[in-house]
């Protein structure tokens, strides 16, 4: 290509969901009130977090940040989404495309890596319950949260870095309602083969040591509770678990389906159902999963309520 004709992309023309005006103001309407419970409820975890004291623990305060991930996760695609179909255009800027990816990308590394901590946290609550207040004190909690997000930046900048180290000079359609770091990775105008070699190795190993951390986590705790002669200590030990255990295949059930299974051809629109299963609907059922069957959670609710009923009462 001659210098004359080379011109750089400086925006991205999305696809979206759908081209009928009418199916996007329905799609509008549903995406907006997903987006305001996703915040709503995720925010209603955090804050109930911080204010009560039976659930200063270490389960509750990875669950904060869990919830924090959530909030970014879901503010960083669902407002473009809503943006988007209110004016029936899917364009978004080089820049915009760049920040959306970086942060779903930093969000969602978090979140598996905070799932994988979890897991650890409960091994060590079941396993070893006389030591857990001291293996799991405040600072060890902090260190490993702030591994969690350190290690999730470093991944998503190496992954943003390798990918616009290329040059797009067009096309720059994205058939996709995001910026989806594979589709974007394939519209570069020179050979990428090295860098997708690379993000495939770091995002193995980004699945991989949370998948094992978790499933050797919970092939133990099974070991350990069928062994268990008390039934009401085996339901008290899947009851501690369960909602973790429900978040985790949520979350790794979705993301093997969309990056795991081969895809075909024609598998975009498999691939963009998949992903509004995974951009919206999971950031909004975790905090429901967490909370459903809660009695702790149940207990901080109540409280906050009644001190509110005496606010107003007084």
């Given at each position: ?128 319950p006389l030591l857990y207040a001291v293996t799991m004190s405040k600072c060890c909690q902090w260190k490993l949260a702030c591994a969690c997000w350190v290690s999730a930046f470093l991944f998503s900048l190496t992954y943003i870095c390798c990918t616009f180290s290329h040059s797009y000079c067009g096309p720059n359609y ?141």
């Amino acid at each position: 290509m001659g210098a004359e004709n080379f011109t750089f992309v400086m925006e991205f023309t999305l696809e979206g969901l759908s081209k009928h005006r009418k199916t996007q103001v329905l799609l509008f309407g549903a995406i907006l009130l997903i987006y305001s419970l996703t915040i709503v409820g995720n925010l209603v975890v955090i804050l109930l977090v911080r204010s009560d004291s039976r659930l200063h623990t270490p389960m509750y305060f990875f669950l904060a940040h869990l919830s924090g991930a959530e909030i970014c996760y879901a503010t960083s695609t669902e407002p473009q989404m809503l943006t988007h179909l209110w004016d029936g255009k899917g364009i978004l800027s080089f820049a915009s495309c760049v920040a959306q990816i970086f942060v779903v990308l930093f969000m969602g590394t978090a979140e598996n890596f905070l799932l994988g901590i979890m897991a650890y946290d409960r091994y060590l609550a079941i396993f070893h319950p006389l030591l857990y207040a001291v293996t799991m004190s405040k600072c060890c909690q902090w260190k490993l949260a702030c591994a969690c997000w350190v290690s999730a930046f470093l991944f998503s900048l190496t992954y943003i870095c390798c990918t616009f180290s290329h040059s797009y000079c067009g096309p720059n359609y994205i058939d996709h309602f995001i910026c989806d770091m594979p589709l974007v990775l394939k519209l570069a105008c020179d050979n990428t083969h090295v860098t997708q070699t690379i993000i495939s190795v770091m995002a193995g190993l980004g699945l991989m040591i949370p998948i094992s951390l978790i499933m050797t986590s919970y092939g133990l705790i099974l070991f350990s509770v069928l062994k268990m002669r008390s039934a009401s200590g085996q339901r008290k030990a899947f009851s501690t678990c369960a909602s973790h255990l429900m978040v985790v295949t949520v979350f790794y059930g979705t993301v093997i389906s969309m990056y795991m299974v081969p895809r075909s051809s024609t598998s975009s629109n498999r691939d963009k159902q998949i992903a509004v299963f995974y951009i919206m609907v999971t950031p909004l059922l975790n905090p429901i999963i967490y909370t459903l069957r809660n009695k702790d959670v149940h207990g901080a609710v109540s409280k906050v309520l009644w001190r509110r009923n005496l606010g107003g009462k007084s």
